[in-house]
């Protein structure tokens, strides 16, 4: 099970205010509350009232997937319904706004959640690669949907260490090293002036151990 809870509409507005064609995207699977389509309907609903308070007309389609994080199904059930469209705003966790970002590279995909943390069923017996690591205050809208706390060796906020090579991480040469995705990510899109924004410490008060809904 993954927690999390609804961002701030007004920080949703400004994530897709420089768009007008939007895809809201729900999640059936694992997320806590749900947000599903029910939720993703609701939530298109306040951001078109919450547009117009600010004289900005959106063209919301609302859908859901199974999981998000399931990289294949969402792929399967989203890319016949991505034409025209300008951004993606995902009701998933941070790892199933990642598989959005990774499945479409070319438009702006934003987190409408902060995932707070996940409960782990120790079943498997795979590789699992975290993605997310619950910080509560979700910024891969400034990251090209990286997670650098999740993905880099150090958690750094404000870009490489400067040891990386070649693309891999100095504390381990197996794993890719997160600010080299983060920059790729955003140089293709041609957002690199994102990282002229500097990013306070996160605030672990948001992170919360407990969660009452
Ligand atoms: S910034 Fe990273 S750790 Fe924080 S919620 Fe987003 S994906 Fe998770
Ligand atoms: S090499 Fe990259 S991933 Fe590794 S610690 Fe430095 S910035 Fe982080």
Redesign the pocket.
């Known amino acids: 099970m993954i927690v999390t809870t609804s961002k701030p509409l007004d920080e949703v507005l400004d994530y897709i205010s420089p768009y007008s064609n939007i895809f809201i995207v729900g999640c059936d699977g694992c997320t806590q509350p749900p947000r599903g389509l029910r939720e993703a309907k609701i939530l298109s609903q306040l951001l078109e009232l919450g547009g117009k308070l600010r004289n900005k007309n959106f063209n919301f389609k609302v859908t859901t997937v199974a999981k998000q994080c399931d990289s294949y199904l969402t792929a399967s059930a989203l890319k016949p319904q991505i034409d025209g469209v300008e951004a993606v705003l995902s009701l998933a966790c941070?790892i199933g706004?990642?598989t959005l970002a990774e499945l479409f590279p070319e438009l702006s995909v934003f987190?409408a959640q902060?995932?707070h943390f996940m409960g782990a069923e120790e079943r498997e017996k795979g590789i699992l690669e975290e993605?997310?690591?619950?910080?509560?205050?979700?910024?891969?809208a400034l990251t090209g949907g990286i997670?650098p706390?999740?993905r880099c060796a150090k958690g750094l906020l404000n870009g490489p260490c400067g040891g990386s090579a070649n693309g891999k991480c100095e504390v381990d040469p197996e794993r890719d090293c997160a600010w080299s995705l983060i920059i790729e990510r955003l140089k293709a899109r041609g957002k690199l002036e994102l990282l002229e924004e500097i990013r306070p410490p996160i605030d672990y008060q948001l992170k919360g151990w407990r969660f009452t809904p």
């Open positions: 941070g706004v990642q987190p902060n995932t993605r997310c690591a619950g910080c509560g205050d979700c910024l891969l997670c706390i999740a």
